[in-house]
């Protein structure tokens, strides 16, 4: 499950980095589909992230504002931490988490992360298309990527 979890990060950081290279309107124009624009879905991966670690931990999120690209990416790195805290830690896989009424395991709810990211991440790669712009590619068999000791210490 760790290795997904990288994977996504490293995806999440590529496409930053790829980011860096539109307009501000680029960044912000309002797209057909996913949650809007291409920054305000790199928001929306990190704040849902974050919101279901929270419900798994029992803890109150709170809504994650609209940032500047900059801003999504330092709480994204930020978030990060609290989140490998917990992929490092023992928990049970199928106990219940109660979220808005509804019952889920922890192992249903991590996938569900993992998914949600990449789902979101072919969205990004059709609005680059769109742009006439190379996306970030999503080949995991292909891509070398770091160690899991880059987020995962020993």
Not at 75 to 100: G, M
Request: aromatic share 12%; proline share 3%; glycine share 6%.
């Amino acid at each position: 499950m760790k290795h997904f979890f990288e994977y996504n990060w490293q995806k999440r950081e590529e496409w930053f980095d790829w980011c860096e290279k539109l307009s501000e309107e680029q960044l912000w124009q309002e797209r057909v589909g996913g949650v809007g624009s291409i920054g305000e879905t790199l928001l929306h991966i990190v704040g849902v992230e974050y919101s279901w670690i929270c419900d798994i931990l029992e803890k109150t999120d709170e809504a994650v504002p609209r940032h500047s690209l900059a801003g999504i990416r330092t709480l994204s790195n930020e978030l990060r931490p609290e989140i490998v805290a917990f992929l490092t830690t023992k928990y049970d896989p199928q106990k219940i988490v109660v979220d808005h009424g509804d019952r889920h395991t922890i192992d249903a709810i991590l996938h569900h992360i993992i998914i949600h990211e990449i789902h979101h991440i072919g969205q990004l790669s059709v609005w680059a298309r769109e742009l006439h712009l190379a996306p970030i590619s999503a080949n995991y068999v292909r891509e070398h990527f770091p160690s899991l000791e880059k987020y995962f210490e020993k």
